[in-house]
């Protein structure tokens, strides 16, 4: 579980075991709730990943660790939502960005790495409306969370819940955009940079592409 991961990731995960120990020791139940389930979390990624024998880059796999602990721990342990306005935005802007990029991969998997299975436009637009569709799905979730055990999740209702859309719209499109660069073979690094190296990665995946 450990091998493999960067040295910030491993850190992490040792921090929040620690805060997650102690938290039973003094009976905080939801901290160690909140500390469990981070870390929890944080790994899944990992053993997924290890079950579909898919090879995810370090550098990805630290972002996606940072943002579970930015989402849960900081922003409802530390109140980050509350004592930052813009926290909100953050987590949503580089979980659609995220998601944008994971859209795109998975449909360029469908076609085994081949660039000219579809146009480039059309592959990343399924990749912006995956990208869309988990953040919809996410508000969803909130709706239901507050209307079913009168948490408040949605905060100020309508206007938080566009809000969010918009932001996840148009990270989601960053995300795709970095799909649609890379098949025009415009890889400039940073994003483009994440998906060539989960490519080199799993060349048994993307099988076209490698023999092209």
Same mark, same amino acid.
């Not at 360029?108 to 579809?118: E, K, N, P, V």
């Given at each position: 579980?450990?091998?493999? @991961? &960067?040295?910030?990731?491993?850190?992490?995960?040792?921090?929040?075991?620690?805060?997650?120990?102690?938290?039973?020791v003094?009976?905080?139940? /939801?901290?160690a709730?909140? #500390?469990?389930? &981070?870390l929890?979390?944080?790994?899944a %990624?990992?053993v997924?990943?290890?079950?579909?024998?898919?090879d995810?880059? %370090?550098?990805?796999?630290t972002?996606?660790?940072?943002?579970?602990?930015?989402?849960?721990?900081?922003?409802?342990?530390?109140d980050?939502?509350?004592?930052?306005?813009?926290?909100?935005?953050?987590?949503?802007?580089? /979980?659609?960005?995220?998601?944008?990029?994971?859209? =795109?991969?998975?449909?360029? *998997?469908?076609? @085994?790495?081949? +660039?000219?299975?579809?146009? %480039?436009?059309?592959?990343? =637009?399924?990749?912006?409306?995956?990208?869309?569709?988990?953040? &919809?799905?996410?508000?969803?979730?909130?709706?239901? *969370?507050?209307?079913?055990?009168?948490?408040? *999740? @949605?905060k100020?209702?309508?206007?938080?819940?566009?809000g969010?859309?918009?932001?996840?719209?148009?990270? #989601?499109?960053?995300?795709?955009?970095?799909?649609?660069?890379?098949?025009?073979?415009?890889?400039?690094?940073?994003?483009?940079?994440?998906?060539d190296?989960?490519?080199?990665?799993? %060349?048994?995946?993307?099988r076209?592409? +490698?023999?092209?």
């Amino acid at each position: 579980m450990f091998s493999g @991961q &960067t040295l910030l990731t491993r850190l992490i995960w040792m921090a929040l075991g620690l805060i997650a120990l102690d938290a039973l020791v003094t009976r905080e139940w /939801s901290l160690a709730f909140i #500390a469990l389930a &981070t870390l929890a979390l944080s790994m899944a %990624p990992v053993v997924v990943a290890r079950w579909a024998e898919i090879d995810v880059p %370090p550098s990805f796999l630290t972002a996606i660790v940072i943002f579970v602990g930015a989402t849960l721990f900081a922003g409802e342990v530390l109140d980050f939502y509350e004592r930052f306005w813009w926290w909100d935005i953050a987590m949503h802007a580089g /979980s659609a960005i995220g998601f944008g990029l994971i859209g =795109f991969v998975l449909v360029f *998997m469908m076609f @085994q790495g081949d +660039r000219y299975a579809a146009p %480039p436009w059309a592959v990343a =637009f399924f990749a912006f409306c995956f990208g869309l569709s988990i953040g &919809t799905l996410w508000e969803i979730f909130e709706f239901a *969370m507050d209307q079913s055990f009168g948490m408040n *999740m @949605q905060k100020s209702g309508l206007m938080d819940t566009m809000g969010d859309l918009i932001i996840d719209m148009i990270g #989601a499109g960053l995300g795709a955009a970095s799909g649609f660069a890379y098949l025009k073979g415009r890889a400039y690094g940073g994003f483009t940079g994440v998906i060539d190296e989960f490519i080199r990665r799993n %060349p048994r995946l993307f099988r076209r592409l +490698r023999d092209k």
